[in-house]
């Protein structure tokens, strides 16, 4: 690489005692180390506070922040809140990269590295992070089927600064981790997940929430960020024949109409909705966009 880059790392954690020494030790061994790296122990109770404490007592690039137990997970909301607890103590302001990621992941040491190596190639690339992946049987599972080209998970969202500035603030709802992608697409830039570049997550994703609620929470947050109904009842039928047959596609529309029936508050930007519903409108005509 030209120039060696600077990056933040933002990692909100609730409740990760199991997990977060792995994080902690794939960080610390990466060849690129972060110029800071901000975890923020949302209210945890088992004992992951005391962990963090500890295990990165030595680190002087290592800045534990603890916030109170508000008494329950509050899904997006929560984790954005926790996320700009920790932004808000960025005192120097001349980064490259700012970074959020999850705190039950481990990776391999050069992974920023090759990471900001796709970066510098792709001079318009304004999102980026690897492929999460589970562990089954000792082999590594991808965890992103489904997902659009243009989708980056929210464990790993590696933000080119330049990107940043233009569709900061990321909101502090279901959904966020969809919009912010939108939102840099509809300024010219891209956004994708790098297939080659694998992270594990040992702990599933929604695992904390259970699958019915996982996935009635992704209906809630396609809601809350503006999808298109006829786009929305397209991916129910797509989804409909994965085991457990019709679950996920029911919790799905479940959690979208629920937002129509209690009149939930959707995204208060026009120009990113109507964009985002015209991309699904054209995936739907199977005409080219960000939906592949």
């Known amino acids: 690489m030209n120039n060696m880059p600077k990056y933040i790392i933002i990692t909100p954690v609730r409740d990760e005692a199991l997990y977060i020494e792995k994080t902690v030790e794939s960080v610390s061994h990466q060849t690129i180390l972060p110029f800071l790296w901000i975890i923020v122990d949302d209210g945890s109770t088992d004992g ?11 680190a002087s690039w290592i800045k534990v922040i603890h916030r109170g137990n508000r008494g329950f997970r509050a899904n997006g909301s929560g ?3 926790a996320f700009y607890a920790g932004y808000s103590v960025i005192s120097d302001e001349s980064w490259d990269f700012i970074i959020k990621l999850d705190g039950d992941l481990s990776f391999s040491p050069d992974y920023f590295e090759q990471c900001f190596k796709i970066f510098e190639i792709e001079t318009q690339l304004g999102i980026g992070g690897g492929t999460i992946c589970q562990l089954e049987n ?17 464990a790993t969202k ?7 500035e233009k569709i900061y603030p990321l909101i ?5 981790d969809t919009l912010d992608e939108v939102k840099a697409n509809l300024h010219g830039w891209t956004t994708r997940t790098f297939a080659e570049l694998k992270l594990v997550q040992h702990k599933a994703t929604g695992g904390a929430d259970g699958f019915w ?20 009842l397209a991916k129910c039928v797509k989804r409909s024949l994965r085991r457990p047959i019709l679950l996920e596609s029911l919790a799905l529309l ?22 985002l519903r015209q991309q699904q409108i054209r995936f739907l005509l199977r005409q080219p966009g960000i939906y592949g």
């Open 213 to 232: 609620r996982d996935r009635f929470k992704n209906g809630r947050a396609n809601y809350i960020t503006g999808y298109h109904p006829i786009y929305m």
């Open 138 to 154: 000792g082999q590594l599972r991808m965890d992103s089927e489904g997902d659009p080209p243009f989708h980056v998970r929210g």
């Open 254 to 275: 479940a959690g979208f109409c629920s937002g129509y029936l209690k009149r939930i508050p959707q995204v208060q930007d026009d120009e990113v909705i109507r964009y």
């Open 158 to 164: 590696i933000y080119r600064r330049a990107c940043w």
């Open 79 to 81: 984790v954005m809140e």
């Open 48 to 58: 992951t506070g005391e962990i963090l404490d500890t295990c990165t007592a030595q």
């Open 172 to 176: 502090k709802a279901p959904g966020w």
